[in-house]
């Protein structure tokens, strides 16, 4: 076994893979960026727990980067989607389940009056800035540097085989800072299609931060004033935070959301829910996928959202993100070595102080890695409704060998 | 029951999802614009036939507008899904699954040296653009006009939401057609990356047209004129025309191949197939989807593949698609009524004369859906390898239906 990769099966499907994808790996799912030991492909994954290609079992601290909600394997969405699938799966037209769901998310998500259906996040977010297009007649959408939206050309975190036509109504701000919001919406001017915003503030590499109630009232009443649309991509925390919708705690209600990720545990599916001010432009707009209409993912989505309701699962994540962050927050003050922790609990964010290059981040997930523990040191992380107080805990031994290899 | 409509649990499920859904549906399955009586909701698929929500059964000739490529519910495909879907779904990286895939494709696919995967042809069709950009460095894309590339703004057949910025690179020449693809060429000047095109021309109400030789040799001399990328959008047509790849009976080979539809017979996947020459540029972009490395997809799509090889499904396809189109060329003799049946014969386009405004077409299809066939009447239509003679023979009765409404 060679000792300085990931494990033998691992190293040679990597080989192999070399052989046929391009860099071995693509997107956000690519090993190579991690810190060594971190294998590239997956086995298998049951409730919190994921074994890679070499039979080693981690504590899943990522859950798939987020569409593990209630955890791998959940039975009664796994049911739902068995029972769709045995009916039918890409027919000629959506089954009911369609209809069913787009009733769910109405009922539960407070701004919305309809829903509509993508595949990936990416969908849903362009989605949304076509139908703020077309529900105003103007062109101009304010981002936030550096959220990540999707990657496409019109907001990929890389500019490689990207035009500057792609971006050239693209107008940016940064995140909880209104003077820069209105010095956006000023160069916009009469042409302001839409303003765009992430839940919270969830850069990788650098600390989260939650969106001031000011901040979120201030981009609601500059999307009023111009009659725009202000859209809440709520992809990476959706039904994480507020079963409402995201911003549903501050009391800011988006034209449009943007849903991916946690919709149906695991399973394929976006969505972008509207209210009434933009259901006309969202009924002339031509968008669709071979493969949006699949009904087993819808089925299985009807279920992640009851089980949801019915677990009251944010306040589980809640509870077990705490203990994580405690529990982290008491290594480090042993260890002396200073964490950040940030954004929501639930969405856990470990970045080392004097930090930098992340390299202390890295040495701290190898270690943890190795002792049974799956964290990112870059990226957040996810929980799910599967973490139970013993997986936390057993997470936190694998994080004290981290501070270990740190302090050592 | 309400005889206006198309039954009473489709009409009533309608009339919920008007209420949810912007305009009641969307894209291309969106039954809105279908003749009077075409469902708009399905309950259950086996094999080649279909039963609506209302409990009606038809022989399916759509075939999900493509993706059911060897019939809904494939034993084989099925298993091979449901044994990688009881291991993992979504997990932190992609299962082997994903490598064994990009061996396969590399294998089958006669230009590809390597493969990439999403989920729908529009994530494949824009990921060839953006590998063409970073391959070559350059910017203009050649397109054919009428051709459909997928449904987000830079190739989309609406313009609700669109930017002209969106297609500033984006310039037409006509399918089949040297001379306009050489005044294209001109007009890219040092400016082309890519040339793209579709396997064959399959617009949307109009007869199909099938590529001269001349014609797509002179799109691969063009393009290694200029060191572009040749884009085959493989799409629609992949794994149902050739099994190496839809232009390999030309003798002509793409640098790029987007395929999706057919290629997990029904689960949701797409991939991009590359040569040497754009491996670089393909390695460089960052594309990526939160579902776009699930892995029970991928299981279906290898099984697919196999299924088709050992079972000659091509073969088959054109036999029962011969066995349709003499049928219906009988009909129309003895019914003295001109069809007009072009391209592929396992991907029917049935066209009537002398009806520019499709009304023949929307009469003849409504009466031969009550008599129990699937038929559409301005877009292609799709067989698997589910069809026997008997379902053949069976929409032949049901089209006999139809020619005698025209005659009536």
């Given at each position: 076994?060679?000792?300085?990769?990931?494990?033998?099966?691992?190293?040679?499907?990597?080989?192999?893979?070399?052989?046929?994808?391009?860099?071995?790996?693509?997107?956000?799912?690519?090993?190579?960026?991690?810190?060594?030991?971190?294998?590239?492909?997956?086995?298998?994954?049951?409730?919190?727990?994921?074994?890679?290609?070499?039979?080693?079992?981690?504590?899943?601290?990522?859950?798939?980067?987020?569409?593990?909600?209630?955890?791998?394997?959940?039975?009664?969405?796994?049911?739902?989607?068995?029972?769709?699938?045995?009916?039918?799966?890409?027919?000629?037209?959506?089954?009911?389940?369609?209809?069913?769901?787009?009733?769910?998310?109405?009922?539960?998500?407070?701004?919305?009056?309809?829903?509509?259906?993508?595949?990936?996040?990416?969908?849903?977010?362009?989605?949304?800035?076509?139908?703020?297009?077309?529900?105003?007649?103007?062109?101009?959408?304010?981002?936030?540097?550096?959220?990540?939206?999707?990657?496409?050309?019109?907001?990929?975190?890389?500019?490689?085989?990207?035009?500057?036509?792609?971006?050239?109504?693209?107008?940016?701000?940064?995140?909880?800072?209104?003077?820069?919001?209105?010095?956006?919406?000023?160069?916009?001017?009469?042409?302001?299609?839409?303003?765009?915003?992430?839940?919270?503030?969830?850069?990788?590499?650098?600390?989260?931060?939650?969106?001031?109630?000011?901040?979120a009232k201030a981009l609601r009443a500059a999307a009023t004033a111009a009659d725009a649309a202000l859209i809440l991509d709520d992809v990476r925390a959706g039904f994480r935070l507020h079963a409402a919708g995201s911003w549903e705690a501050l009391g800011v209600r988006p034209d449009l959301s943007a849903f991916s990720k946690g919709i149906a545990n695991g399973y394929p599916l976006a969505a972008v829910t509207g209210n009434e001010r933009f259901?006309?432009?969202?009924?002339?707009?031509?968008?669709?996928?071979?493969?949006?209409?699949?009904?087993?993912?819808?089925?299985?989505?009807?279920?992640?959202?009851?089980?949801?309701?019915?677990?009251?699962?944010?306040?589980?994540?809640?509870?077990?993100?705490?203990?994580?962050?405690?529990?982290?927050?008491?290594?480090?003050?042993?260890?002396?070595?200073?964490?950040?922790?940030?954004?929501?609990?639930?969405?856990?964010?470990?970045?080392?102080?004097?930090?930098?290059?992340?390299?202390?981040?890295?040495?701290?997930?190898?270690?943890?890695?190795?002792?049974?523990?799956?964290?990112?040191?870059?990226?957040?992380?996810?929980?799910?409704?599967?973490?139970?107080?013993?997986?936390?805990?057993?997470?936190?031994?694998?994080?004290?060998?981290?501070?270990?290899?740190?302090?050592?």
């Amino acid at each position: 076994m060679n000792q300085r990769h990931d494990g033998e099966i691992d190293l040679a499907l990597r080989a192999r893979a070399k052989q046929v994808i391009p860099g071995g790996m693509y997107g956000h799912q690519n090993a190579a960026p991690l810190p060594e030991g971190y294998p590239q492909f997956f086995a298998r994954a049951t409730g919190c727990h994921v074994w890679d290609v070499d039979g080693r079992e981690y504590v899943d601290l990522m859950c798939s980067w987020g569409p593990v909600l209630l955890g791998h394997h959940h039975a009664g969405v796994d049911a739902a989607y068995q029972k769709q699938a045995a009916l039918g799966v890409s027919m000629n037209g959506p089954a009911p389940a369609l209809v069913e769901l787009a009733e769910t998310l109405v009922d539960r998500i407070a701004h919305a009056d309809w829903a509509l259906f993508q595949k990936n996040g990416t969908d849903a977010t362009t989605t949304c800035v076509t139908i703020a297009r077309a529900g105003t007649g103007r062109r101009k959408i304010l981002v936030a540097q550096g959220s990540y939206h999707g990657a496409v050309p019109w907001c990929s975190p890389s500019l490689v085989g990207v035009t500057t036509e792609d971006r050239a109504h693209v107008i940016q701000y940064q995140y909880n800072d209104i003077a820069s919001l209105n010095a956006a919406v000023q160069e916009a001017g009469t042409d302001l299609a839409a303003i765009l915003v992430t839940a919270f503030r969830h850069d990788i590499g650098r600390d989260q931060e939650m969106p001031t109630i000011e901040f979120a009232k201030a981009l609601r009443a500059a999307a009023t004033a111009a009659d725009a649309a202000l859209i809440l991509d709520d992809v990476r925390a959706g039904f994480r935070l507020h079963a409402a919708g995201s911003w549903e705690a501050l009391g800011v209600r988006p034209d449009l959301s943007a849903f991916s990720k946690g919709i149906a545990n695991g399973y394929p599916l976006a969505a972008v829910t509207g209210n009434e001010r933009f259901r006309e432009g969202a009924g002339r707009i031509y968008v669709t996928g071979s493969f949006w209409c699949e009904a087993p993912p819808m089925a299985a989505a009807i279920a992640t959202l009851q089980e949801t309701k019915a677990s009251n699962t944010i306040a589980h994540l809640v509870a077990m993100g705490q203990r994580l962050r405690d529990g982290l927050a008491k290594l480090s003050d042993q260890a002396g070595i200073g964490v950040r922790q940030t954004g929501p609990v639930q969405m856990p964010m470990v970045l080392f102080d004097d930090d930098a290059d992340n390299a202390k981040g890295r040495r701290f997930c190898a270690a943890t890695l190795r002792a049974g523990a799956y964290f990112h040191p870059r990226h957040n992380m996810f929980l799910s409704a599967a973490h139970q107080p013993e997986d936390i805990d057993k997470a936190l031994s694998a994080a004290a060998a981290g501070f270990e290899a740190l302090a050592g």
